[in-house]
């Protein structure tokens, strides 16, 4: 069976057609924000059917939407949004889904789709008790215990693991989701260019002549010799970790997976992420496996391609 995944993020969609648990084609186009979900959703539909054109197909046997915010998946509808697609909260997609695709879908948090993507089908297959930290616009995080994804009555649980607070007092960082001391608003994508641009070392720092402050320029000046971002790379390898912490003593997993763009890093993001947690986390069962995911870019498309196929059979257990 072949299914259309879209993975709709708060910077860019990734759009795959996969079959078998492996990615047939793909393409990433620029996500729009703002009050612009229906333009996103004609965008994704466009490239979907533009790829499926290519491939000689005029359907699929399913369909799997991933959104960067809280999602009811029973009923398939987005129920917050964090400042990212508003207009995404209680639209109807079932509806949407319909008029477009005529398919069996889903629609999950993007986090849970990544875990189960790389528990199906990536570095996790050998275990049935995982948490995920993947890296994006903001931090995503999912815990999968027994098998089965750690949700909540509200939906909540595990995925909005990037907010859990490492940071007290009344100085502590305000963060976009109306908390203070968050991770997400100490090491992320979208709050290294704020840490960057306060920091006295900026005007002397090469950092100050980028057009686009992100992980991967800082990594590359950090390389480079670059004072801050040396500072700010250290900074965020501490902040992520002191989450990992906290996501091992809520969720207690075997294995860690590391996934989103950031985890291009490789080594030189999960060296240190695994020093820190074997050095400072209990577990005196002993220490989770930290591991990359082989393609982090593919974790949530494999995830949608997993479920929507469970979907089909009726095997989704939510």
Known sequence: MITLAMDIGGTRMKLALLEDGKILKERMVEAYRDGKYQKNLDTAEREGR????????????GLGIAFP???????????????KFVDAIGYDLKGWVKRTF?????LDNDSNAALIGEVAYGCAQDTRDAVMMIFGTGVGAAAMMDGRLIRGKHFQAACIGGHMVIEAGPDATPCNCGNIGCMEANASSWSLPLFARKDPLFEVSALSGLEVIDY????RCADEGDLLAQKLLKRSLDCWSANLCNLIVAYDPEVIVLSGGIARMGEDLRRPMEEHVNKYAWTPWGHPAIRLAANPEASVVLGLHKMTLDEIAGKNAL
Not at 50 to 61: Q, S
Not at 76 to 83: F, H, M, Q, T
Not at 102 to 106: A, G, S
């Open 50 to 61: 533009a790829m499926m054109a290519e491939m000689g197909l005029d359907r699929v046997d």
């Open 216 to 219: 991967k320029n800082l990594k």
């Open 102 to 106: 005529d398919c069996p879908f889903v």
């Open 69 to 83: 915010g809280l999602v009811n998946p029973k009923e398939k509808v987005v129920v917050s949004a964090n400042g």
